[in-house]
């Protein structure tokens, strides 16, 4: 980053990745039970597997918010160099 503050779009990718880790962690936190025959976890561990998919929803909105915003920079930068 250079001195601009980081736009909405770099903060979704953030989010996003951080949601999908902990989703992650949840998804191998309820399959685990499964393979090592243990005790299963309770309902709300299979949704907090949902996090994952959460996550990377999120974190593609990021991406697209941010290709949009850098397109619009790079639009009015080449318009502004055609003006002058």
Excluded at 1 to 18: A, F, K
Excluded at 31 to 56: E, H, K, Q, T
Excluded at 59 to 65: D, E, Y
């Amino acid at each position: 980053m250079t001195g601009r503050s980081r736009d909405l779009g770099e903060n979704l990718v953030r989010v996003g990745g951080v949601v999908f880790v902990l989703g992650t962690l949840a998804t191998i936190a309820t399959v685990v039970p499964y393979l090592l025959d243990l005790p299963r976890l309770p309902s709300i561990a299979w949704g907090l597997s949902m996090m994952m998919p959460l996550g990377l929803l999120v974190a593609l909105v990021g991406l697209f918010a941010t290709a949009r915003a850098e397109s619009r920079r790079r639009r009015a930068a080449r318009e502004a160099a055609a003006a002058s």
